[in-house]
């Protein structure tokens, strides 16, 4: 995945290019973009297309209409926030496929732009339907991927149109999600630390089995760490602990010291009397944990262990928050990494929804190295997976 075609090594005067990126942007009531990071981080390819008057075809979802057109999941808002952003008008199409959409597409001028309605209004896009595929890479000649989000996903906008257009390459997004990703796995400036937090364990295991092979340190919090200390015999209350993942818990510890890679987990929590913003809570050790209460966030001791360990790090990848970091009383670990990251030299690369959504409620994320796109992408790379929309893309020579 690392030796791909970019948006660069190809030319656009003149071309129709199918562009799929990744639009998936919250909406309010009213239908008003809430948040537009993913528009404004797929500007740089989409710039470089239009000023190389290229005749650009831009496709993306928008949350899960499930195969059938609903005006609450319509593309319009998108349009009119590209044409502000872009300074130029945005085409509108009625659909992504078509006669009328065809016939848009051949009408289409140098460094004009058209954006298809929501791909996902059609279930032929997550099926991966080869004739629903064939209908969007016929409006186009040649073909780019933008979209990291979806990446982890053989769905026709991505994968299906790579293997009928040709060439098929990586646009600036993909190309730096992979290259910030695939260098922390591969080539990384040790030491090499990975923090993972989160809920659940079992969301995090392949990840966790697929980074002992690489990483020198491990550092373990949220929800996931009660089952690991569950396996090692402490009493924790009613914190969160997956039953059936406390042996391979034991199991993943006994390797990574079999392996010499430091596994650490909090020494200490705020714990808490009930799960609830405003709940009695106090900080307590793994050995006197109230009965009866839950663990909520790292404590102060836990918060200086793995603070250390970043700032002497080379790099960090950084996957799920400490604690409960929506309630005010049991944010403070997992901003301390936070600025941890912000302040260490090291190469910082943050991936997850939840993870990403904590460093920009901490006010650092223009201060680490990169932010992922993709929460599931990203996390799926860190597991070791081939990712079908970038699998489908060109080789480099």
Not at 139 to 164: C, E, I, K, M
Not at 261 to 267: A, D, Y
Not at 315 to 324: A, D, E
Not at 344 to 362: E, L, M, P, Q, R
Request: glycine share 10%; aromatic share 6%.
């Amino acid at each position: 995945m690392l030796n791909k075609m970019t948006v660069k090594d190809i030319d656009c005067r003149g071309k129709r290019v199918f562009c799929r990126v990744d639009f998936n942007v919250p909406l309010d009531a009213d239908g008003r973009i809430t948040d537009d990071n993913r528009i404004v981080a797929a500007l740089p390819t989409i710039r470089h297309i239009l000023d190389q008057g290229g005749r650009l075809i831009l496709a993306s979802h928008l949350g899960r209409p499930k195969g059938e057109p609903k005006p609450e999941f319509s593309l319009r808002p998108v349009a009119s926030h590209l044409t502000e952003l872009l300074g130029q008008p945005v085409i509108m199409a009625p659909d992504c496929i078509g006669p009328e959409v065809e016939k848009l597409a051949l009408n289409l001028t140098d460094g004009q732009v058209m954006l298809l309605e929501n791909v996902r209004f059609h279930a032929g896009e997550t099926a991966n339907d080869p004739d629903f595929a064939r209908q969007l890479a016929s409006l186009a000649d040649l073909f780019v991927n933008d979209a990291f989000g979806t990446a982890h996903r053989a769905h026709a906008s991505t994968a299906g149109v790579a293997q009928l257009l040709s060439p098929a390459v990586a646009g600036y997004l993909i190309e730096k999600e992979i290259r910030y990703l695939g260098q922390a796995v591969a080539q990384p400036v040790r030491p090499l630390v990975a923090i993972l937090g989160g809920a659940k364990v079992s969301d995090k295991l392949p990840a966790i089995e697929n980074l002992l092979d690489k990483v020198d340190t491990l550092l373990i919090g949220g929800g996931m760490a009660y089952t690991f200390l569950r396996a090692q015999g402490f009493s924790l209350g009613n914190s969160l602990v997956e039953e059936d993942r406390i042996d391979l818990a034991g199991t993943l510890l006994k390797r990574a010291a079999d392996q010499g890679v430091r596994l650490l987990l909090p020494k200490d929590h705020v714990a808490a009397a009930e799960f609830n913003a405003e709940a009695e809570h106090r900080v307590c050790g793994n050995s006197d944990f109230p009965a009866g209460w839950m663990g909520l966030d790292i404590g102060p001791q836990t918060v200086s262990e793995y603070s250390q360990i970043v700032s002497q790090a080379g790099t960090v990848l950084w996957n799920g928050p400490m604690g409960v970091f929506e309630f005010e009383a049991f944010a403070e670990g997992t901003f301390a990494i936070a600025r941890a990251l912000a302040e260490s030299k090291a190469v910082s690369i943050i991936g997850g929804g939840d993870s990403v959504a904590a460093a920009n409620k901490s006010g650092l994320a223009d201060r680490m190295t990169h932010i992922s796109t993709g929460g599931g992408a990203s996390l799926e790379f860190l597991e070791g997976k081939e990712l079908p929309g970038i699998t489908a893309l060109n080789d480099k020579g």
